[in-house]
């Protein structure tokens, strides 16, 4: 059976621990290495892990990695004192004192990120993708120093070592878990900072975690194949070799770790067999010289026949990780297929370490040259990597255009993440969870800590919500100026409660009114939601919302109680009695079949001299809608027989010298790119009209405001002298009569 082969080193704590630990180093690296390495152990003691594995094993698991990966003398340490002050404030405080405060920091950081879980309980499959790219863009947020996501892949690569070596241990839906956040969350970090001998192991490991079937059959034929494929290739390689020395070019070439989980994605995306996958025999040559590898790439074409669309340059082109190399397949004699990688030591260096090979110990100015300025050009690019961390989902694509500086990202005591504005408070964390936890916010811990409500959250923190029972939010919050509430989400929940409240107490009052109605007149027993029924009502609660704005008054309720008269034959002609402005909508009467109550439609609001039908309500009267009313339309095709015919009479609503103008409320709506002084100017165009503006509703959303006017008028012809007016106000794109 052919296991994973790690790229790097493991080994085994010894006597020599500052050497082994310092290689690379100065000499006097040694000391703070051999200082921090006791004070860990002692600290440390026989603690364990949730894993289950040792704290020290773990730190000194670390340690190696950072060595392997030629980290500098403080990342080591950090390192080494990653669980130190996990649960004690003074060991933290003693880490800074004896070892200086950038390594506390790389401590510290590596602690934090170390708190992130993805959290899977009852979430769905796309809840815990949104959430994975959450994670890794806050991953890349939080890390101000590069360094702490180094720290962050070496710790977990451990983690899933020390599995792979007790695989018979542990809780295995935990070992799952952890395996799937490595894979769909490190692998790819891994991967984009260029650390491929970290990224590999992390998807191989995780790989046989999460598919140990799979993972098991590929492993076996690698390993049933094995001797062949190791014979073949030290054949080829000798004769490639023989080719190169022949044209003057000094080269290693050597046989290339296999993958399992890369040969498991070339199947799986490809639809291929196992034999047709090309790297499964593969080798890399390593040259001195860029132009050394185009020679050696002839050499090889020379020898073997290429196949054709399997050659990339990723030398003239390189990778987003800014990884460089020539890929070619080729089939060899026996008709196989043989994969070769060309590249210079540099590139090699690059491709394994990343941005690893970057960080060196500095040692005064003189490290400070055009070389290194560069590598932290690189490196701060890197930090501003978003595109890569993000599928094409609405919600992904939405988090794709918002700038790591505009988001900041913190965590429930769950481990949950959550993205919020950058100035967010503990509300607007509280809302964003939940709106009823939003409601009965009281106060709020940040990393443990009381803090105000208005206080803004920074990257990374831990915000605990302390709740009330009942209650709801506090119209202060609401307030720009106290700086309780940053997000629209936020704020748009805390209107909508204090809403629903009014209408809660409208409703109440409203049903005060109905129960004394009914008690005067007698019908205490009477049924309320048949009374709702009766005037028109979906149910009792917008029948009381209407009682309590005084939409419904008694009379309509005295109304419903009495003899529903017949409905009238329809006549030749049936005109509507004028309405002075000053009169009710009770003052309507339907001239040609006796004294009738009318009303106008508040649906649609007609004005002369639209096109009017009657429709014949119960216990309100007839009730006047434009024929091209969608309201109209449905209830005449349900109730036809009720529909009586309509005109605005002689006077079709124009004044007299006696008489002054009918006027009727009309509805316009109105559409606009939204600015400063946008309501103003509108105002104005009826201002000058003398129109009087008797309601107003306006939302604003994304940089568009949304308006609706309610104004009396005249006739139509006024509606649309209005509409064209307001519509030549800059900003408004539509206008209409609602």
Known sequence: MVSVQHSVANTDATSSLPEVLGEGLPGEAREPLARAIDWAQTVYGDA?????????????????????????????????????????????????????????????????????????????????????EVLRKMVLAMAEDIRVILLRLASRTQTLRHFA?????????????????????????????????????????????????????????????????????HDAIERLQKEITALGIKAEVYGRPKHIYSIYNKMRSKHLDFSQVYDVRAFRVLVDK?????????????????????????ILKPKGNNYQSLHTAVRAPDGRALEVQIRTYDMHKHAELGVAAHWRYKEGAASSSGAYDEKIALLRELLSW??????????????RRAALDDTIYVVTPQGRVLDLAAG???IDFAYRLHTDLGHRCRGAKVDGQMVPLDTALANGQMVEIITAKQGGPSRDWLNPQLNYLVTTNARAKVRRWFVQQEEEETAAQGRAIVAKELQRMGQTQASL????????????????????????????????????PAAPQKPDDVAIGKRRASESSDGITIVGVGKLLTQLARCCKPVPPDDIQGFVTRG?????HRTDCKSFQNIAHR??????????????????????????????????????????????????????????????KAGRAYMRFTVEVSSASSVQKILQQVGEVKGVEATARA
């Not at 590999?200 to 590929?218: A, G």
């Not at 005037?535 to 005295?558: E, N, P, Y």
């Not at 000058?688 to 107003?696: A, S």
């Open 529 to 564: 939601d048949a009374l709702a029924d009766k005037l028109g009502f979906k149910d009792t609660t917008t029948f009381f919302l209407a009682v309590g704005r005084g939409d419904v008054g008694s009379r309509q309720i005295h109304n419903a109680f009495q003899v529903e």
């Open 165 to 233: 070596e007790r695989k018979e241990e542990g809780n295995e839906a935990v070992r799952q878990e952890i395996a799937r956040e490595s894979l769909d969350l490190y692998a790819p970090l891994a991967n984009r900072l260029g650390v491929w001998q970290l990224k590999w192991e992390l998807e191989d490991l995780s790989f046989r975690f999460l598919e140990p079937q799979t993972y098991k059959r590929i492993a076996k034929q690698l390993d049933e194949r094995r001797v062949e494929r190791e014979a073949f290739i």
């Open 48 to 132: 364990t892990l949730g894993t289950g594995e040792s704290t020290w094993q773990h730190a000194l698991g670390m340690a190696l990695i950072c060595v392997s990966l030629r980290l500098d003398l403080e990342t080591r340490l950090a390192s080494i004192l990653f669980a130190v002050g996990e649960d004690d404030d003074k060991l933290a405080t003693q880490v800074e004192e004896r070892f200086g405060s950038m390594v506390a920091r790389l401590a510290e950081g590596g602690r934090r990120l170390n708190r992130l879980r993805l959290v899977s309980d009852g979430a769905s499959h796309a809840d815990l993708h949104a959430q994975t």
């Open 424 to 426: 967010a408070t503990p």
């Open 290 to 314: 860029v132009e050394e590898c185009y020679a050696v790439l002839s050499v090889v074409h020379q020898l073997w026949t290429p196949i054709p669309n399997e050659f990339d340059d990723y």
């Open 386 to 399: 978003r595109d890569e961390v993000t599928d094409a989902s609405a919600w992904e694509e939405q988090q």
């Open 639 to 700: 109730h036809p027989e009720r529909i009586v015919p309509a005109d605005w009479g002689t006077g079709g609503g124009m004044p007299t010298p006696a008489q002054p103008p009918e006027v009727y409320p009309v509805d316009i709506s109105v559409e606009a790119i939204d600015r400063q002084g946008l309501l103003r100017d509108i105002s104005d165009v009826f201002s000058r009209d003398k129109l009087n503006v008797i309601g107003v509703n306006t939302v604003s």
């Open 620 to 624: 309100r009267g007839v009730s006047i």
